[in-house]
């Protein structure tokens, strides 16, 4: 697992023991991804919602060249969290519950 985005949140996912990149602009997080999406087992990132926010049709461009890693955004530091679990399990997963 690997998280992306805003270097205050990097050192929590740290803390929790995931791998992280700081970045400071949306162009950044694009650049991040597309280099962490050829790393061998890796599963699952995670995008700060802040920066993936600006740069929505580049990520989802992104999603759709790979099966794997699965790319996941996540509140950020100025998102509220509003999380429907159900849609979120539904649409890794590729089954509707």
Known sequence: MLFIGDPLLVDGYRLAGID?????????????????????GLAIILLDQDYASKVKEEVYNIKLKRELPVI????????????????????????KI
Do not use: F, Q
């Open 20 to 40: 992280s990149i700081a970045v400071n602009s949306p162009e950044s997080l694009i650049e991040s991804l597309k280099t962490s999406v050829t790393k061998d």
């Open 72 to 95: 996941i955004e996540v509140p950020g530091r100025h998102t509220a969290a509003e999380v429907d679990l159900k849609a979120t399990v539904s649409r890794i997963m590729g089954v």
